[in-house]
C-alpha cells in the first residue's frame, strides 16, 4: 500500500511569515499533486510536479518534487490570511488512483 | 467551479437506511472516482470507474456500492448505515495525461447518520 506521510498536521502562523509542509512517501510516484481544500468545499488543484527535482512556482508557493519522485514540499513564502486552508498532497503511480496523503492544515493569523 | 457536479449537499438519515449519492463528472472525462473525507483518516480513497467499467476498488465497505451509467454519471449507494458512515463523500474526475493525472473534486455531500 502507498502511504503519503504529510508534516506537520497542524501550523498555526503569524500573517507574513514564511512557512514549509512536507510530504514523503517510500514509494517512487509519477507524479505528484498539491491541492488546497477550504471548509466545505472540495479539494483544487494548485500544481502537478513530474519531473525528479522539478520546483514550480505559483506567486508565493514554491513547490519541489524530490530528486527520488518520493517526496515533495510546499513553501509559502509571506503568507496570508487566504492561504488558510488544508493543503493535501496526492501521489500517482499510473497503476493506481490517486492517493492522498492526510493533509496539513494551515491557519494564517492576522 | 471545478465542473464536476455533485448532489446533494447535505443528507441526513437514520441508522439502517439506505441513501444513494449522485456525480455528474466534467465534460469528457470518463475516469470517476469516489473518496470519504473524515476528520482523522483524511481522503480515503473508495472506489473508480472509467467509461463504465470499475477500474479500481479501495476500502470500500461490502455495504457501499457503485455504478457509472453510459452517460458516464456516476452514483454511490451506501445502504444499512451507520453512525460511523458519516462523513464528507467527495466525487472526482480525471484525465490521464502520460505520467500524470489530474483530478477536479465536486464539492462533496456531507453525510450525517443519526
Known amino acids: 500500500t502507498q502511504l503519503l506521510e504529510q508534516s506537520p498536521q497542524f501550523l498555526s502562523i503569524q500573517e507574513g511569515e514564511n512557512l514549509t509542509v512536507y510530504c514523503n512517501s517510500s514509494?517512487?510516484?509519477?507524479?505528484l499533486q498539491w491541492y488546497r481544500q477550504e471548509p466545505g468545499e472540495g479539494p483544487v488543484l494548485l500544481v502537478t510536479?513530474?519531473?525528479?527535482?522539478e520546483v514550480k512556482k505559483l506567486k508565493r508557493l514554491t513547490f519541489q518534487f524530490g530528486d527520488a519522485r518520493k517526496d515533495s514540499s510546499l513553501h509559502i513564502t509571506a503568507a496570508q490570511p487566504g492561504d488558510t486552508g488544508l493543503y493535501l498532497c496526492?501521489?500517482?503511480?499510473?497503476?493506481?488512483?490517486?492517493?492522498f496523503g492526510k493533509g496539513t492544515r494551515l491557519s494564517v493569523i492576522a | 467551479d471545478s465542473g464536476v457536479t455533485q448532489t446533494p449537499k447535505h443528507l441526513i438519515t437514520a441508522t439502517g437506511q439506505r441513501v444513494t449519492l449522485r456525480c455528474s463528472p466534467r465534460?469528457?472525462?470518463?475516469?470517476v472516482y469516489w473518496y470519504q473525507q473524515s476528520l482523522d483518516q483524511g481522503l480515503q480513497f473508495l472506489i473508480q470507474?472509467?467509461?463504465?467499467?470499475?477500474?479500481a476498488k479501495g476500502n470500500i465497505l461490502e455495504r457501499f456500492s457503485a455504478q457509472q451509467f453510459p452517460d458516464l454519471h456516476s452514483e454511490l449507494n451506501l445502504s444499512s448505515l451507520e453512525l460511523g458512515d458519516s462523513a464528507l463523500y467527495f466525487c472526482?474526475?480525471?484525465?490521464?495525461?502520460?505520467?500524470?493525472?489530474?483530478?477536479?473534486f465536486g464539492q462533496g455531500t456531507r453525510l450525517t447518520v443519526v
Open positions: 472526482a474526475s480525471s484525465v490521464v495525461l502520460g505520467l500524470n493525472t489530474e483530478a477536479f
Open positions: 514509494s517512487v510516484f509519477s507524479s
Open positions: 510536479v513530474v519531473t525528479g527535482g
Open positions: 496526492a501521489g500517482y503511480s499510473g497503476n493506481t488512483p490517486l492517493v
Open positions: 465534460s469528457g472525462d470518463l475516469s
Open positions: 470507474y472509467y467509461n463504465g467499467e470499475e477500474r
